[in-house]
């Protein structure tokens, strides 16, 4: 119990560190904007109740806002995540497959599963992220091809960073 | 109060969803420059076209009065132009004075300080300080002019003065509103040795680079005098039905950069 929470507090600091100094200041072309502090939200564990899900995004999502001087933006685009989190759990998986399984993680639940979790995610993160920083309807066309360019470059990314960190098995 | 609580324990998780995501909201909203404008512009928008359907329809309804009153201004315009014809060759009256005309897309009366919206704005140019009139009187000052629609801040409004002048001896004084009925105001700053009777008239000065010069006020309703030192006051009768008012024309003053260049300014 300990374990985990240390854990999580070291990974939500790394994730944001990475996302502010390495990430935000990167840009390939003009509609590609990998997110991948998000990652941390993902893969919380799965008995996380939605409350804490939901403080626990917004607090992500201000601590990358406050460096990147945009207070709001990225909360409401992670406090929609943690809100659509336990929803996308639902469709994709029984509940007699959760049985001994801690964290919705490539380890625990397999590569192929976390891809289709992880972009489903990602996705509607990202529509929201766009459409508060387009701030209109019209700009519709524009908000999609940045979020579905994006996304997966997004999840590309964070599929490295999972096997970098990986703990090596003994 | 029971149902409540138990409403709030079941989507404690909505309900705390919706509370952040309005907090991220006004966050955006407020810090952010280009989405408070967007803000600000969409719900300019959505209350001016709102505004505007519900004034059409009123329009269409008020047709006929609309329409009498049209003859009556027509008529009072063919007979100034059978009496004015002498001074033409002096001083052209319209090219000191253009008129613009506008619709009243929102009007209030009952307020402390109203305000009108007109739907002409900057394209049209309009500019604050402007005066606006309608057929039968004076109605007030633009106050703020965005693009297409203006505020005007009609006489019914604590802050609102205007320099008139008595037909019968040409005296000058202050008309303001009386803050209570949207029929009545008091002429204040009359002379205390002026005989004020009732019925009246007050005119525009044209002292205010706002207003041409004679457009009807109002009468005098009361005359009781109430003097204090040097000047009286007296109620008077607005000659412009503001709980009525339709159609309105702004006063654009041509020669205004002129003559403030001309004011001593301290």
């Not at chain 2, 002379?191 to 009246?200: A, F």
């Amino acid at each position: 119990m300990y374990n985990t929470l240390i854990r999580n507090i070291i990974r939500f600091i790394v994730l944001v560190v990475m996302q502010v100094l390495v990430f935000d200041n990167m840009r390939f072309g003009n509609y590609i904007h990998p997110c991948v502090y998000v990652l941390f939200l993902m893969i919380l564990p799965f008995d996380t109740t939605k409350w804490s899900l939901l403080i626990n995004g917004f607090v992500l999502g201000m601590a990358v806002d406050i460096f990147s001087g945009t207070p709001g933006l990225n909360a409401a685009a992670t406090v929609f995540m943690a809100f659509i989190r336990p929803f996308v759990i639902n469709i994709m998986t029984r509940k007699s497959d959760l049985e001994g399984k801690n964290e919705p993680t490539i380890t625990d639940m397999g590569s192929q599963w976390f891809i289709v979790y992880g972009l489903l995610l990602l996705l509607l993160h990202n529509l929201m992220l766009f459409w508060l920083e387009a701030f209109s309807i019209k700009l519709l066309g524009l908000i999609l091809l940045e979020t579905i360019l994006s996304a997966p470059i997004s999840l590309l990314i964070i599929i490295l960073i999972i096997y970098v960190f990986k703990p090596v098995k003994k | 109060m029971y149902n409540l609580f138990i409403f709030i324990k079941k989507y404690n998780a909505v309900i705390l969803f919706i509370l952040l995501e309005a907090l991220c909201f006004v966050m955006i909203v407020q810090s952010l420059p280009y989405q408070n404008r967007k803000m600000v512009n969409m719900s300019n928008n959505i209350a001016g076209g709102i505004s505007k359907t519900t004034s059409n329809w009123y329009d269409y309804l008020h047709l006929k009065s609309e329409n009498e009153e049209l003859v009556e201004q027509n008529a009072l315009l063919l007979s100034r132009l059978g009496c004015d014809e002498v001074e033409t060759d002096t001083v052209y009256y319209d090219d000191i004075f253009t008129y613009i005309p506008a619709h009243v897309i929102n009007n209030s009366i009952y307020e402390m300080n109203n305000f009108i919206l007109i739907d002409k704005g900057r394209v049209d140019g309009i500019e604050p300080d402007m005066g606006v009139i309608c057929s039968n009187g004076v109605v007030g000052k633009v106050l703020n002019v965005s693009n297409h629609y203006a505020s005007v801040m009609s006489m019914l409004n604590s802050y609102a003065v205007i320099s008139c002048r008595f037909v019968e001896n040409q005296y000058v004084a202050n008309v303001i509103w009386d803050n209570e009925s949207y029929k009545y105001g008091i002429v204040k700053d009359i002379p205390s040795h002026l005989i004020i009777n009732i019925g009246d008239t007050l005119v525009t000065s044209g002292f205010s680079n706002s207003f041409p010069a004679d457009i009807m006020v109002g009468i005098i309703e009361d005359n009781t005098d109430n003097a204090k030192g040097m000047f009286s006051t007296a109620k008077l009768k607005f000659s412009t039905n503001f709980s009525t008012l339709r159609h309105v024309y702004v006063v654009k003053n041509n020669f205004r950069a002129e003559i403030d260049s001309l004011c001593i300014t301290h």
